[in-house]
C-alpha cells in the first residue's frame, strides 16, 4: 500500500507542478490540494522547507471603504491564495480577522469559515475611536509559520479624527522625527533619497514642513510634503559637514550617521511592467564587482552581477512571474553581505478587466443602476465571481486624502487612482517598521502551525468539586446553525481535551458531561485556554488560562505548537481544589442579601430552635421545651415579624416559632435567611419588626446543582451583520448622519454571466454626491482583476 502512494507520488507532484507553470488556465483546486498533501505525508516530513516555500499562503482584502467611523459596520471580502501563482484554492479553512489600533493592539478578533478560497464578513468599530489609525489584520494559521510580515494588513482611517494643525506648542515637545533612507543608509557624495516621518504621541501624524540645514545653520535643501505625515528630501552629503533636519517650530534633528562610501540603491516601482532600478557607487568602489537581487518569501526571482564601472547603472527588471507581495531588493558583495536594501511592493497583475458598461441613477426615484463586465487579456468575457461596494463621499478632501483624484464627469466617464495613490503606497511602505525589519530571510525550515480546517477549543476538565479529570470521556454536546456536535474525548492524564475541527457558526452552548447516575457526578466543567506566541522569537509560547465568568464567551483556541527540541514554556498554574460552598447553592429569591443566612447541617440537621443559636442578637427561650420562642435583635426595629416559607408569607402576624415548626419538619430545613431594617422593606409594614425566610430542601432544589458549570458558551465562526439590515435604516437617520462617508450599496457574491456581464439596480438611500465604485475578483485559477472608479 505505501509503495503505491510512492509511485502516486511523482506524477500528483507534476501535475502540480504544471499547474504552477502554465498559470491561470490549469490551476488546482481545493480538492487537488488536499489530495497532494494527503497523499504521502512523510514526503514532506523529510523536507518541511520545501513544503513552505511551495504552498505560502497570502490573502488580499477588498473593504468597503477605508474610512471608519464608531459603531459604524466595515465590510469585507479576503481571498486567500496559494502557491507562488497565487492560485485561489487552500487547504485553511479558517480565517482570523484582526482589529487592530495604532499601537497595534488587538481590539476585537473574529474566525471566518473559508469557502473557495473566499471568505466574507463585517467588523463593528468600537464605540470610541481614538485619533491613530487602525489596521485590520487578516491570516490563517498556516501563515503563522511565516510572522506577521506574511499577513494581509488593510489601513483604516478615523474619518472623524481632528486636523493636526490644532495641535499647539505645548504637545510639539513630544515630536518625533524618523528618518529612513531608501537603501537603508546614507553615502556621503552620492544622492540619497531620505524619507522623514512626523509623528506625535500616540504615533498621530503631523504634517510639518522642514528642511536639511548644515552645522551653519544654512538651509541644504526644503523638504517635499506628502500627507500622513510624510516629507522627503533628495540631497547629497559632503565629506566634513554635519546635517540636522529642522521643522517650522525651530525643533532640530540629528540625521543618521552618513557612511564615506557605499552604493546608493533606487527603485522606481510606478511602471506596471518593469522595476527601474538604480544603482549610485561611490568613486573609490568603481569597477568593483556587486549582486543586484530581488527575493520574496525565501525565493529569488531575480539575481544580476554588476560591475559598478560607472557611477550609476540602471537596471530593467520585468515584473512579469514575479506574484504580487513584499519583495526585498539587495545589494550584496561576493561575501552574499548586504550593502543596501529597500521593500517594494509588487501588484497583483490583473489578468482580468472590469469595465464599468452603463451608470444610471434615477433621482426620482431614489434608485441607483449599474453594468459591469469582465474579460480576460484577450477580451474574451469571464464568467466569475465579483465584490462590489459604492460608497457616497460627500468630502472631496476626504477623497483626496484617500489617493483619489477627483476630476470632472464628461458624459458618462469615469476616472480610477492614480499614480499618485502607488507613489504614496510606496512611501507607506518604505516608512514602515514592518516591512525595514524584513530582511532577506530564509523560509522557517520547520513547520509549527499546520493547516487548519475547522474551530479549535482546548482546556482542562474539572468535576464540579473542581478536581481534575483525568484519562476520563467527556461527552461534548451542541448545535448551531450549520452543524451539530455530538462527541466523546477523552481526557489525557494532565486532564486537557483537545476539540478540533469545530464546524460551528454564531453563539453556541456547548455541554460537557460523563456518565453517571446523578447529575452532580456527570456535568463538567471545561475551563478553556488561550496561547500567546511570540512569533519573532520562534518556538517559545505561553499558555494563558481564562476562566470563564458567567456569561463570558469563549473564544476558539490556537493551535497547541510543541516542539520536540525545546519544551514551550508554561505557567505555573496552581490548581486548589475547594469544598462546595453551600452559600451557591441557590441565589437569593428575593434579589436582597439577608443580613444573615443560616444553613442547614445536612449529615446532621439541626430543629428550628437550634438553628438561630449563635446568631448576635438574636434570642431563644424554652429551647427544648414544649413552646420555644424567638426574640429579634433591637437592631430589627419595633413592629411584628413576619414569617415566609418558601416564599410564601405566612398570613398570619402573630405565628409563633411553634406553629413554624409545626408546618415544617427541621429535617427538610435547607437554610433561613434573617432580615431587618431596610433590607426587610421589601415586605412592607407586615415586617416591620423583619423578616424570617425559611427554605426547605425540596423548594430550594435538594441537592442543588448550578447547571451552568457544565456548559459553555462558544464563539464560532462569526455571524456577521447583513448589509440590507443597515441599508434599510439608512433612509431613517438625521441629515447629520448622511453627511458622512457612507457606503450605499454591498455585496461580495455578485456572478457574472456566460457574457461575463452583471448588472445591479439598487434603491440610493441617501442624496448622492461623490461615488467611488471598487470591484474585485479573482478567479479559481487566480486570475484577478480590480477597479476603483469616482464619478
Given amino acids: 500500500m505505501i509503495s503505491s502512494s510512492v509511485s502516486k507520488l511523482p506524477f500528483l507532484l507534476t501535475i502540480m507542478y504544471c499547474f504552477f507553470c502554465f498559470g491561470q488556465n490549469s490551476g488546482p483546486n481545493a480538492n487537488a490540494l488536499q489530495q497532494v498533501f494527503t497523499e504521502e505525508p512523510s514526503y514532506w516530513q523529510k523536507d518541511e522547507r520545501q513544503k513552505l516555500v511551495q504552498w505560502q499562503e497570502r490573502i488580499l482584502v477588498h473593504v468597503d471603504k477605508n474610512f471608519v467611523k464608531e459603531e459604524e459596520s466595515l465590510f469585507f471580502k479576503a481571498y486567500v491564495l496559494t502557491g507562488p501563482n497565487r492560485i485561489r484554492a487552500t487547504i485553511s479553512k479558517v480565517l482570523k480577522v484582526e482589529l487592530l489600533d495604532d499601537q497595534k493592539q488587538v481590539l476585537r478578533t473574529q474566525y471566518h469559515e473559508i469557502t473557495d478560497g473566499m471568505a466574507v464578513g463585517a467588523f463593528v468599530m468600537p464605540k470610541k475611536?481614538?485619533?491613530?489609525?487602525?489596521?485590520?489584520?487578516?491570516?490563517?494559521r498556516w501563515m503563522q509559520n511565516y510572522g506577521d510580515s506574511f499577513y494581509s494588513h488593510t489601513l483604516l482611517q478615523n474619518e472623524t479624527a481632528s486636523s493636526s494643525e490644532s495641535i499647539d506648542k505645548n504637545e510639539m515637545e513630544s515630536l518625533k522625527i524618523s528618518f529612513y533612507p531608501e537603501g537603508n543608509q546614507l553615502i556621503e557624495q552620492l544622492d540619497n533619497w531620505l524619507l522623514i516621518k512626523a509623528t506625535m504621541e500616540g504615533n498621530?501624524?503631523?504634517?510639518?514642513?522642514?528642511?536639511?540645514?548644515?552645522?551653519?545653520n544654512e538651509v541644504i535643501v526644503a523638504a517635499t510634503a506628502y500627507g500622513e505625515g510624510l516629507t522627503s528630501v533628495v540631497f547629497n552629503p559632503q565629506p566634513g559637514k554635519k546635517y540636522r533636519y529642522r521643522v517650522e517650530s525651530g525643533q532640530t534633528f540629528d540625521l543618521p550617521p552618513i557612511q564615506q562610501e557605499g552604493y546608493a540603491l533606487k527603485v522606481n516601482n510606478l511602471n506596471k511592467t518593469d522595476l527601474d532600478i538604480q544603482i549610485a557607487t561611490s568613486p573609490s568602489l568603481l569597477n568593483s564587482k556587486v549582486w543586484i537581487k530581488g527575493e520574496m518569501s525565501g525565493i529569488t526571482y531575480f539575481k544580476k552581477e554588476i560591475h559598478a564601472e560607472n557611477s550609476l547603472e540602471t537596471i530593467e527588471v520585468p515584473k512579469e512571474g514575479i506574484p504580487f507581495g513584499i519583495m526585498t531588493i539587495a545589494i550584496l558583495n561576493q561575501q552574499e553581505e548586504i550593502l543596501a536594501e529597500r521593500p517594494v511592493s509588487i501588484k497583483p497583475s490583473e489578468k482580468l478587466t472590469i469595465t464599468l458598461m452603463d451608470s444610471e441613477i434615477n433621482k426620482d426615484r431614489d434608485e441607483m443602476c449599474l453594468k459591469f463586465k469582465v474579460t480576460d487579456q484577450n477580451g474574451n468575457p469571464v464568467k466569475t465571481q465579483m465584490a462590489l461596494s459604492i460608497t457616497n463621499i460627500p468630502d472631496g478632501e476626504l477623497m483626496e486624502k484617500s489617493g483619489y483624484q477627483?476630476?470632472?464627469?464628461?458624459?458618462?466617464?469615469a476616472y480610477g487612482i492614480d499614480r499618485r495613490e502607488l507613489f504614496k503606497e510606496d512611501l507607506r511602505l518604505l516608512t514602515s517598521e514592518g516591512s525595514r525589519k524584513q530582511k532577506l530571510q530564509a523560509v522557517p525550515t520547520k513547520i509549527k502551525f499546520p493547516f487548519q480546517e475547522g474551530l479549535n477549543l482546548f482546556g482542562y476538565a474539572y468535576n464540579l468539586n473542581n478536581e481534575l479529570l483525568r484519562n476520563t470521556a467527556v461527552q461534548i454536546i451542541g448545535s448551531s446553525a450549520n452543524d451539530v456536535l455530538a462527541k466523546e474525548i477523552e481526557t489525557d492524564d494532565t486532564g486537557l481535551i483537545k476539540i478540533e475541527n469545530l464546524q460551528l457558526t454564531g453563539e453556541t452552548d456547548l455541554i460537557f458531561r460523563r456518565a453517571g447516575d446523578e447529575s452532580a457526578s456527570r456535568l463538567v466543567k471545561f475551563v478553556p485556554f488561550q496561547e500567546e506566541y511570540d512569533l519573532d522569537s520562534s518556538t517559545k509560547a505561553k499558555l494563558d488560562f481564562k476562566t470563564q465568568k458567567r456569561g463570558?464567551?469563549?473564544?476558539?483556541?490556537?493551535w497547541e505548537y510543541l516542539d520536540s527540541d525545546e519544551l514551550v514554556e508554561l505557567e505555573e498554574v496552581e490548581v486548589v481544589e475547594e469544598k462546595l460552598d453551600a452559600s451557591k447553592s441557590s441565589p437569593w429569591a428575593n434579589g436582597v442579601k439577608p443580613s444573615k443566612v443560616i444553613y442547614q447541617d445536612m449529615e446532621r440537621p439541626r430543629t428550628l430552635p437550634q438553628l438561630f443559636l449563635g446568631v448576635p442578637g438574636m434570642y431563644v427561650a424554652n429551647l427544648g421545651g414544649l413552646n420555644?420562642?424567638?426574640?429579634?435583635?433591637?437592631?430589627?426595629?419595633q413592629g411584628p415579624v413576619l414569617w415566609v416559607i418558601d416564599g410564601m408569607p405566612m398570613m398570619n402576624q402573630d405565628n409563633s416559632l411553634l406553629e413554624v415548626m409545626n408546618i415544617v419538619s427541621f429535617i427538610d430545613v435547607d437554610r433561613v435567611e434573617i432580615l431587618f431594617g431596610p433590607e426587610a422593606a421589601v415586605y412592607g409594614s407586615r415586617a416591620s419588626g423583619g423578616a424570617i425566610l425559611v427554605y426547605t430542601r425540596s423548594a430550594s432544589n435538594e441537592d442543588y446543582v448550578n447547571r451552568k458549570e457544565g456548559r459553555l458558551k462558544f464563539q464560532g465562526y462569526h455571524q456577521s451583520e447583513s448589509f440590507n439590515t443597515i441599508a434599510k435604516?439608512?433612509?431613517?437617520?438625521?441629515?447629520?448622519?448622511?453627511d458622512r462617508i457612507n457606503t450605499i450599496f454591498w455585496d461580495p457574491m455578485l456572478i457574472t454571466n456566460k457574457a461575463g456581464e452583471v448588472s445591479i439596480k439598487f434603491d440610493t438611500p441617501i442624496p448622492l454626491e461623490t461615488i467611488l465604485v471598487k470591484a474585485s475578483s479573482i478567479t479559481e485559477t487566480g486570475a484577478m482583476g480590480r477597479v476603483n472608479i469616482v464619478y
Fill in 129 to 140: 475611536l481614538n485619533e491613530g489609525e487602525y489596521t485590520l489584520r487578516a491570516y490563517t
Fill in 204 to 216: 498621530q501624524h503631523l504634517d510639518i514642513k522642514g528642511q536639511i540645514i548644515d552645522e551653519n
Fill in 406 to 413: 477627483l476630476k470632472a464627469m464628461k458624459g458618462n466617464e
Fill in 552 to 558: 463570558a464567551i469563549a473564544t476558539p483556541s490556537p
Fill in 628 to 637: 420555644p420562642t424567638l426574640r429579634m435583635p433591637a437592631a430589627a426595629g
Fill in 729 to 738: 435604516t439608512m433612509k431613517k437617520q438625521p441629515k447629520k448622519f448622511k
